[in-house]
């Protein structure tokens, strides 16, 4: 009973992680890096999908990215995905592959990307505090009920509050390096 509860956090917790890291690694640096158009979905064939359904991407330089669509009537669309997907890029069409070169970060632009990686971040600190709040809202329960002895919640508790405690910092350290990446010049 008391370890499903622990392992449910836990599972839940490392989802929540797996879930930050992602959005980080789509807010955009000074370097070209393909996981920037993680998010660009593009109308195509009367449906809306991810870019990486319609095209490639690889990274041939630090400063540009090169987009190769699988089919040459879906170049259109993908450059409407990338502008939409409001990422300060400017998509430069040739043939069935479009370049799209990064520009520098200006430093007004490098201070709003650092604020959304502290938001990003945030969300993720209170998604883990949640799980911790139904974990011990479980543990308590289960104790009130008689399921457990007070040891048992006691001890069930401190390991909730580890995990926490171990998840936030990991959400912590993933945003102090974000943001590093985002301020070097």
Known sequence: MVEDIKKDAKTRMDKTIDATVRELTAVRTGKASI??????????YGTVMPL???????SPEPRLLVVSAFDKNTVGDIIKGIQKADLG???IAEGQTIRIPIPPLNEERRKEL?????NIAEE???????????ANE???KAQKNKEIS?????????EIQEATDKHI????????KKEKDVMEV
């Open 89 to 91: 890029l400017n998509p």
């Open 169 to 176: 910092k990991t959400i912590d350290e993933l945003l102090e």
């Open 35 to 44: 996981h920037i158009l993680d998010t660009v979905k593009v109308e195509a």
């Open 52 to 58: 990486n359904q319609v095209a490639s991407a690889t």
């Open 124 to 134: 993720g600190r209170i998604a883990i505090r949640n799980i911790r709040r139904d």
């Open 138 to 140: 479980h543990i308590k």
């Open 114 to 118: 650092v604020k959304h990686c502290k």
């Open 150 to 158: 007070e040891d048992q919640e006691a001890d069930a508790l401190d």
